[in-house]
């Protein structure tokens, strides 16, 4: 077996991960100066937020998860697995269509979902406006998912980690042209001219990685769907995957409804939904995507200690590089925040309750990617049962918290109850492992280096801390508040690197060699 190169695909995987999240914060940024957090602004997030939730239902979620294992396994004996990839793109695309043009016309009863404390107002008109024009997104996103599945199991990381940049560079570039023709008051109009580009960008994506999996040797296209035996082993695979995500999406469904009934709280959740996203991105989606074809290849090959070894690694460097980043949106969430997105329609009130969800989800970071490194570990064994057993109790709790706690603290209950659960699953989830033996248990190695990994995120912390407070006035002047953000940040890497390597969380000479194959 040609084994995938772990750490060579995450690097490759979250460098344009990257590059897609910093230019969303272009993005967000330029929507925060022009949209604030006014009703234009909260229809389009409800807008763009539908197609993506049911994406994650429908392609990264359930679908990929039952298809990357099963194609990846095909695709190391050998097994057909052109006519097996041809069969899913035409059924996952048939399936879609129809659900579309539905989606569309129940819209109104979608928004009614995702908020129902805007029955009756301004924002409920628009939100299902917008999200008529946005929802065919869901199509091209979805089938996109699929090639990169492909891509990412024949060790092909590259289109698929940079189909995303494509939709953030024409949101961008449909902003600077919003911003030229439209009357800066005219939010309504801008928020129109946003949701038009969402399809388009997607259309993009999709013709990307068509292309890339067609050089790969799979060109795949539209045909009369027809059920086969595989097929149905896929849809008896899914179909635990699909309710657990459909669990997820009403974890985010029970966060809106708290949030609908605050006014700017939506907003507010979702820049700093933005935020810790970054991190989250980079690091635990990268890991996942490369983890999962590597893990069930090596099943297939009988390899054991090579898929220990790769979950142990994988999950080694993303608490390395995620500990610390939680530590950092916890201790200077506000100078984040208020370089970031104060300006404009942006106030220094939204600025204090965005930073306060950040500070929350900030505690929430480890677990949220350690859940990318733990359920590969279910997926590839083709087991998507318990991990929907895992996600019902997770939404049982974080229902309880968010609805419970929302009386008493406001907004933050939504924040707090995705935080908490993000940990109970956690939880369930290295309970589930122990069935798997030594293939899932961690190695002396990591036992070793993740106590290390804390002290040195610990650390850093201290010095963000004292060096907030002295270069606090800095944040205060126009032209000194993004040096003095990049300074923060800078001196937070450099003393977290220079603690870690000093006693021995991490080696960097490591990842040179792992880049170097």
Known sequence: ?????????????????????????????????????????????????????????????????????????????????????????????????????????????????????????????????????????????????????????????????AAPVLLNVILVATLIIGAAVLDRADQSGMGRLLVYAIPLAGLAQLALVWFAAKRAGFSLGFSRPHMTPELKRLAIIAAPAALAGGVVQINLLVGRQVASYFDGALAWLNYADRLYQLPLGVVGIAVGIVLLPELSRRLRAGDAAGGRDAFNRASEISLALTIPAAIALMVIPVPLVSVLFERGAFTAEATQSTALAVAIYGLGLPAFVLQKTLQPLFFAREDTKRPFYYAVAAMVLNAVLAIGLSPLIGFAAAAIGTTLTGWAMVVLLVRGTRTMGDAAKLDTQFKTRLPRIVIAAIGMGIVLAVASQIMGPWFDLARLRYLALLALVLTGMASYFAIGQTIGAFKLSEFRRSLRG
């Open 1 to 161: 077996m040609k084994p995938i190169r772990l750490m060579a695909g995450f690097f490759t995987v979250g460098l344009w991960t990257l590059l897609s999240r910093v230019l969303g914060f272009v993005r967000d940024i330029m929507i925060a100066a022009y949209l604030g957090t006014g009703p234009a602004a909260e229809a389009y997030f409800v807008a763009f937020s539908l197609p993506n939730l049911f994406r994650r239902f429908f392609a990264e979620g359930a679908f990929n998860m039952a298809f990357v294992p099963m194609f990846s396994k095909k695709l190391e004996a050998d097994e057909a697995p052109h006519k097996f990839a041809q069969d899913a793109f035409v059924g996952l695309g048939s399936i879609l269509i129809i659900f579309t043009i539905v989606a569309m016309i129940f819209m109104p009863v979608l928004v009614t979902l995702m908020a129902s404390g805007w029955r009756g107002t301004e924002r409920f008109d628009l939100a299902v406006q917008y999200g008529r024009i946005a929802f065919c997104y869901i199509l091209f996103i979805s089938l996109s998912a699929l090639l990169s599945g492909v891509l990412n199991a024949t060790g092909r990381f590259a289109a698929a980690a």
